[in-house]
C-alpha cells in the first residue's frame, strides 16, 4: 500500500477471467485463509451502514455476493433490497447458486457490470458497498466518482479493503502469512497460481488508506474515515455523499 501505487495489470479481461477461473473454490478459500474472520468484517460493514430496512443497497465488485447476502439479512439491520454488480460471468453463477437457496435471496439482484461504469441510474441507491473488490479496479477515481453518481444525496459508502498491521510485531507475522503462506495455500486449493501472487501483489500497489480517503473526499464525499479491523489487516472506509451534491452523467438503469 501506497500513496503512489504501482501500476499493475488491472484490465478487465484478466481480473474478470482471474476471478472466473477461482470462482468454485473462491468462498471456501475465504473462509479459510481469512480463519472465518471475513464473515466478521462484513458484518462490520453493514453494521456501520446503519441500515433500516428500507434501502436500496449496491453492492459493487460482488462476486459470489457474500457482502450482498450479509446487507439483505444481518438481524437488526438490513437492507429492503441490493443489486449485486460485478464483471466476472462465473462469480455471479455461483453467487446466483448461494443466493437461490438462501431465505432472503429473492431480494438481491445480481447484475453483469463494470464498477468503473455502473449500469444503474442517478442516485438510485441509498448505499454502496464494496468488499474487497475496489484494489482490483483499473480506475480508482473514476469508480468513486461513479459511486458517487449512482448514490442519494446523503447515501452512505462502505468499502472493505486489506491493509496493513501498524504495530511493527504484528505486521511482520503478518506479512510473511500474505506473501508467504497465503499464495501456496491459495495456489494448491485453487489451483490457480497467479490469482493468489496477484492477492498480495495487488494489496502492496493498491492506496495507503489515507490516500483512498482523499480519493473520496476529492470525489465528493464527506465524513470520510478509515477504520482498522484486526489490527489494521483489513480498513473499513466510510463515507456520506454530500446532501445537494452534484451527480455525474446520466445513465439509465439495467437490470437483469
Ligand atoms: C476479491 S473478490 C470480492 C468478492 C466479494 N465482494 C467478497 O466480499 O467476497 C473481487 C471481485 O471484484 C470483481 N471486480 C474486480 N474489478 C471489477 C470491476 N472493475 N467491475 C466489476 N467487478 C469487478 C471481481 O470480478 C471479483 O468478483
Redesign the pocket.
Known amino acids: 500500500m501506497t500513496d503512489d501505487p504501482t501500476p499493475l495489470r ?1 484490465d ?1 479481461r484478466r ?2 477471467g ?3 477461473a477461482i ?1 468454485p473454490r ?2 471456501t478459500l ?1 473462509r479459510l485463509l481469512s480463519a472465518g474472520f ?1 464473515r466478521r468484517w ?1 458484518a462490520r460493514a453493514i453494521d456501520a451502514l446503519a441500515l433500516s430496512g428500507r434501502e436500496t443497497v449496491v ?10 447476502l450479509a446487507a439483505i439479512s444481518q438481524p437488526g439491520a438490513c437492507a429492503r433490497r441490493v443489486v ?5 460471468g462465473a ?2 453463477s455461483f453467487g446466483a447458486a448461494k443466493l437461490h437457496k438462501h431465505p432472503a435471496g429473492a431480494s438481491v439482484r445480481l447484475v453483469r ?4 461504469k455502473i449500469p444503474l441510474a442517478d442516485a438510485s441507491a441509498e448505499a454502496v ?6 484494489r ?3 480506475d480508482t477515481l473514476e ?1 468513486c466518482r461513479e459511486i458517487h453518481r449512482i448514490l442519494r444525496p446523503g447515501g452512505r459508502l462502505a468499502i ?1 479493503e486489506f491493509g496493513m498491521p501498524s504495530t511493527a510485531a504484528v505486521r511482520g507475522l503478518y506479512r510473511w502469512y500474505f506473501t508467504r503462506a497465503l499464495p501456496r495455500v491459495g495456489r494448491l486449493v485453487s489451483r490457480h497460481a497467479e490469482a493468489y501472487a496477484y ?1 498480495p501483489a495487488s494489496v502492496k500497489a493498491f492506496l495507503s488508506p489515507s490516500a483512498l480517503s482523499a480519493l473520496l473526499a476529492e470525489s465528493g464525499f464527506e465524513d470520510v474515515r478509515a477504520i482498522p479491523l484486526s489490527f489494521g489487516v483489513v480498513y473499513l472506509h466510510l463515507a456520506t455523499r454530500r446532501d445537494g451534491a452534484e451527480s455525474g452523467d446520466h445513465r439509465a438503469a439495467i437490470i437483469v
Do not use: E, W
Not at 113 to 116: I, K, V
Open positions: 488491472k478487465a481480473i474478470a482471474m476471478f472466473d470462482a473462491y468462498d475465504n471475513d462484513r453492492d459493487l465488485c460482488t462476486g459470489t455476493g457474500d457482502l450482498a449485486g454488480v460485478d464483471f466476472a462469480m455471479l457490470g463494470d464498477a468503473s458497498t464494496i468488499g474487497f473488490g475496489i482490483n479496479v483499473d469508480a472493505l492477492l
